[in-house]
């Protein structure tokens, strides 16, 4: 039975890393400081399950303490790979509170490092972002491509800097490594300030929609589940191999417009007619589209994305009406 640590596994994208882990038979210490970004609540509730499971450990701390705190919380028992989602995520925030993204991004990256230089941990899955495309020209996005003066934000400056330095890690000490850019991922456990999430709740309160730009932008919207596969596809990638780095995209190859994708919302949730738009300039940070050449994931790990748009928005809603989020939120 492999030990898997995870960062960040109260979270949206974490809490359903864990439960399938946990599913496939690894042992699984869950880590997170319950940034404040959104109410602790919904990360409790994400990780209700998870705290009944006998396979789940917990430990309540920040990476920006130092990899002497990781040594000091976290048991001596043998750690096979660390999945580090742990983030501080938002690129309309990183613009107003930039040093708060380097500090847990950056900083809190360099001091897991160490510890498991420290620990003899080999392996690592990295969770990086497509925004470190920015508004690269050639689409789709390959994983070779030079990113040079690609950043639009300081959360994409410090999501690339953290693949950096897991390079550095593996040319030094040998560190095995997946980089897996995540692509606008979506579904039940969203969280709340993401436009999906946001353009449910306007739509129900029959408010206007926002619109920042012309309607134009696109993204490439993924799946949680589909994410989740992919992640534990590049686990499994790396119990099989030894002082390896890779870098894929974890999306879904099919942007999709931004009035699409109000749409395709205000159809989900059952709202019929057209929805009230708001148009206004862009956000500072935000790229123009988002749009994965999932090849290299698909030759390396055998991703595959299978959840439509439609369907998944039928599960983010179904997931929204239940009493239990309602209730304690």
């Known amino acids: 039975m492999h030990t898997v640590l995870v960062t960040g596994?109260?979270?949206?994208?974490?809490?359903?890393?864990?439960?399938?882990?946990?599913?496939?038979?690894y042992r699984v210490l869950g880590?997170?400081?319950?940034?404040?970004?959104?109410d602790r609540r919904r990360k409790e509730v994400n990780m209700a399950a998870l705290l009944l499971h006998p396979g789940f450990v917990f430990y309540e701390l920040d990476l920006r303490a130092g990899s002497l705190a990781l040594h000091e919380n976290l048991p001596p028992e043998e750690i096979d790979i660390v999945v580090h989602l742990a983030a501080k995520a938002g690129v309309g925030l990183s613009v107003r509170e930039p040093q708060a993204y380097l500090e847990n991004n950056v900083q809190g990256t360099l001091h897991l490092l160490e510890w498991m230089r420290q620990r003899c941990i080999t392996k690592l899955f990295f969770?990086?972002?497509s925004s470190v495309y920015g508004n690269t020209a050639q689409k789709p996005f390959r994983e070779d491509m030079a990113l040079v003066h690609s950043c639009l934000s300081p959360y994409a400056v410090s999501k690339l800097a953290g693949e950096h330095l897991t390079h550095t890690y593996h040319?030094?000490?040998?560190?095995?490594?997946?980089?897996?850019?995540?692509?606008?991922?979506?579904?039940p456990r969203q969280r709340p300030d993401l436009a999906i999430y946001k353009f449910a709740q306007l739509l129900r309160q029959q408010q206007p929609i926002p619109?920042?730009?012309d309607g134009s932008t696109a993204r490439d919207y993924t799946f949680v589940d589909d994410t989740v596969a992919g992640i534990l596809q590049g686990v499994a990638y790396l119990v099989r191999k030894q002082c390896v780095y890779e870098i894929v995209n974890l999306g879904n190859h099919h942007p999709v417009p931004l009035l699409t994708l109000i749409r395709a919302v205000a159809a989900a949730v059952g709202i019929p007619g057209k929805p009230h738009l708001v148009f206004q300039p862009m956000q500072a940070g935000d790229a123009d589209t988002t749009f994965a050449d999932i090849g290299k994931a698909h030759q390396l790990l055998g991703y595959t994305p299978r959840t439509t748009l439609d369907d998944g928005l039928q599960q983010f809603v179904a997931w929204l009406d239940q009493p239990t989020l309602v209730d304690t939120i």
Do not use: K
Not at 9 to 25: D, K, N, T
Not at 173 to 182: N, Q
């Open 9 to 25: 596994c109260a979270g949206f994208i974490g809490s359903h890393v864990c439960e399938q882990l946990l599913a496939q038979g």
């Open 211 to 213: 619109v920042y730009g």
């Open 171 to 187: 040319h030094l000490y040998g560190l095995s490594v997946i980089v897996g850019r995540f692509f606008t991922v979506y579904g």
């Open 31 to 38: 880590l997170d400081n319950f940034d404040l970004f959104y």
């Open 127 to 129: 969770s990086s972002s």
